[in-house]
């Protein structure tokens, strides 16, 4: 038999999840109600509204997909694309490759553009596939990538895409709620997030939001989504509409969660949010610095929430790592795929982004070069 | 500005979610660690192992899906079916009829066993199709249907399907852990559940299974699946095998809360369990029968703990169902598809299946009777 849950009460200053604030895990704690219970649906409506202020949009066909951030990928590409659709995918890391992977599953034409790990996406790249490929239903890109921490400029694309008579899907799973995101402002057509990054929620959830020009190609398409639980046409009438429809069990415990963290993110006003990582993290930076370590992305696309950074020169990042985790209960991730056992990942992200984190970390390396290194 | 969380303090007896034990939502409160910590690959582990025990299997493929019910029965398609494959569907009430649905969406041929809503699938419906389709690569059956409350025999079944050569697939949404199931005795090779009824977890997850024959089915697909989110052979290496690799990120505290509610699973025993929800249920039976309610599901095939009911005569459903929702802070579920207007579902689920849950609702019930009626 198992014994009770006995977790160690770590610090958690990975890509995610970020710490979740009391009042969060409080939220969650309440007993359930059904989901059908009109307080429930009036819990989905102050949820649907809070993520249409928090990604700044008015779009109708804002709610929260009941699965992961990638399941909000795949619910914006398997919905958006049929087969033979041509689409371009920006790739720049980790999720950008997850995103073409997607898009072949439905049978898409994938057209990529490829650019170093660390560097982002320049409307000049954008250019030439528009040449090759004139007439793109979708382009997709991830503003910020985590598995390299580089922060991806969109207005300029979102233009070029939209001349193009396209429509443009942005991956905002590091950035929302952490750094600036103008959904109607930047004219993003289909986007989706995750609850366990700069929101502090517990991860499992994907708020997401679609445009009237993405809805519309939802609606004239030819062919059934390939996904029935990720369907819109069925999920949307769950979420609203005139008669509000059963499609599958919302996961109630952690929309109440989500709730909480959206409450908190208001309270504090978004761009007081964007302005507390950016102010730690010019702290963070200039103490990491000092001890010697070096960003991977260039100062000007640098992500202030996510900071990715090579350690100085001679010391194991794992046997780091690990002293971090087990002395200091201190979590900061590994490299992702190229990137493996090469940079950290520290993550500063909604709870975790406290002047006092980045002094618990930055201490403990000091520590550790003193005694153990 | 929106409010702190208020919900009502309901006693749940609809065909879920139901009543969470307070060791569930107190685990499920638990501050997060991050979903790559060893702390948490040995949660995911007594996961896996508490899974197999509950569904009383040695499959080694056994984990949890990160989204609802409905994704696990999603995630047994497409990963099973290819286009061009011949299924065999069985349907009595809503959810054989989304796994046709989903089949068709995999691009297999849907060979539909339809029978009455409220009835089972008998053998001889089974050696029909077979002698239309001799081959099928599956056949796929509700254990549980959640919309009539039918409970459908599986072990001759099985027999069939076998020897024609294809495999077993089952929904066992609501009859896991509260019904006999048993997983290799019966020759299930795929399963599905969710963990918001007899298991008394919040919604959100679904536990699934995996027979060594369905493995061998999943190695030799010819097509790459369909879904990358659901895809096996990529989950299967987050969940264990030899080196685990990240694929998405798992919900920490839901499967906090899986975790506590198998443990208590496992400290009442299975058979214990079982019996609970027979016992409760005679009870419930012989005081709604006293009442004037009928059962639609004829005795032998009736689900002990989902308990499909017509009210007495000259009752509008939707009023007392408000009245029980509003003054008594109870509630039942109503009918779906067909029955909707027509029948209670009266669940008796995990903590909600008690002797005192069946006093209070027959009581309110009673109470009605003599004051509002």
Chains 1, 2 share one sequence.
């Not at 307080?39 to 509204?49: G, L």
């Not at 560097?119 to 954008?126: H, K, L, R, Y």
Request: some cysteine; charged content about 25%.
């Amino acid at each position: 038999m198992y014994s009770e849950l006995n977790t160690s009460n770590r610090i958690l200053m990975g890509p995610g999840p970020s710490d979740a604030h009391p009042r969060v895990l409080k939220a969650m704690s309440t007993p359930l109600i059904g989901h059908l219970d009109p307080q429930f649906v009036t819990i989905m409506d102050e949820v649907k509204t809070m993520v249409q202020d928090t990604f700044i949009t008015k779009n109708h066909l804002s709610f929260v997909v009941s699965a992961p951030g990638s399941a909000g990928m795949e619910t914006c590409l398997v919905n958006l694309l049929e087969p033979g659709d041509d689409v371009i995918i920006c790739i720049n890391g980790v999720f950008g490759g997850r995103m073409a992977d997607i898009a072949e599953r439905c049978g898409a034409i994938v057209h990529k553009v490829e650019v170093a790990w660390g560097t982002v996406i320049s409307p000049e790249d954008i250019r030439k596939v528009l040449d090759k490929c004139p007439k793109p239903k979708l382009l997709a890109l991830v503003h910020a990538e985590t598995s390299t921490g580089a922060l991806q400029p969109i207005k300029e694309i979102s233009d070029l895409i939209h001349n193009a008579g396209g429509l443009l899907m942005v991956d905002a799973v590091t950035s929302y709620c952490g750094v600036e995101l103008r959904v109607d402002d930047w004219g993003i057509d289909a986007i989706y997030t995750g609850t366990q990054k700069c929101l502090s929620a517990p991860p499992g959830l994907s708020p997401v939001s679609f445009s009237d020009r993405a809805v519309k190609v939802l609606e004239n398409r030819k062919t059934k989504v390939q996904s029935w639980f990720l369907d819109l046409s069925l999920v949307k009438n769950y979420w609203g509409g005139e008669k509000r429809a059963y499609h599958h069990t919302a996961p109630v415990s952690s929309i109440y969660a989500l709730r909480e963290s959206l409450r908190i993110v208001l309270e504090e006003g978004l761009e007081n949010r964007w302005k507390r990582h950016q102010r730690v993290h010019e702290v963070l930076k200039t103490k990491l610095e000092k001890l010697g370590f070096r960003y991977l992305v260039e100062e000007q696309y640098r992500l202030p929430n996510l900071n990715s950074v090579f350690l100085p020169d001679g010391n194991d990042e794992n046997v780091i790592r690990s002293i971090l985790l087990n002395d200091y209960n201190i979590e900061v991730g590994g490299g992702l795929g190229a990137f493996s056992g090469k940079i950290w990942r520290i993550g500063i992200m909604g709870e975790s982004c406290t002047f006092n984190h980045v002094n618990m970390l930055i201490s403990a390396l000091e520590d550790m070069k003193e005694f153990n290194a």
